[in-house]
């Protein structure tokens, strides 16, 4: 069946860097937007970053500037680069694929936890 895991995440001081990494398994990785999200304590899940199918990306304005999406089609992998990390970027950081084209299809990974504390 489908898997998506995240890796990457841990505990970080304020202004370190955290690249996390999502493997996407049986899909057809291509034909899949790929978007970052997080979750923090007591909060709703909220998207932060998006990349399409061609490559395009788009940040929340919290992160935009401190955080890169990015894709690697023949690895079925999307990457999150954050950059400049403040406390109130800790939260579980969750991946998600959504199929662009055809049925309906949306999957989920467990999350990484990101932790940015002195």
């Known amino acids: 069946q489908v898997q998506v895991v995240e890796s990457g995440g841990g505990l970080v001081l304020p202004g370190g860097s955290l690249r996390l990494s999502c493997v996407a398994s049986r899909i057809s990785f291509g034909i899949y937007t790929m978007n970052w999200y997080r979750q923090a304590p007591g909060k709703q899940r909220e998207l932060v970053a998006t990349?399409?199918?061609?490559?395009?990306?788009t940040y929340a304005n919290s992160v935009k500037d401190r955080f890169t999406i990015s894709r690697d089609n023949a690895k079925n992998t999307v990457y999150l680069q954050l950059d400049t990390l403040q406390p109130e970027d800790t939260a579980i950081y969750y991946c998600?694929?959504?199929?662009?084209?055809?049925?309906?299809?949306?999957?989920w990974g467990q999350g990484t936890q990101v932790t940015v504390a002195s």
């Open positions: 998600n694929a959504r199929a662009a084209v055809g049925p309906p299809r949306n999957y």
């Open positions: 990349i399409t199918t061609d490559g395009g990306a």
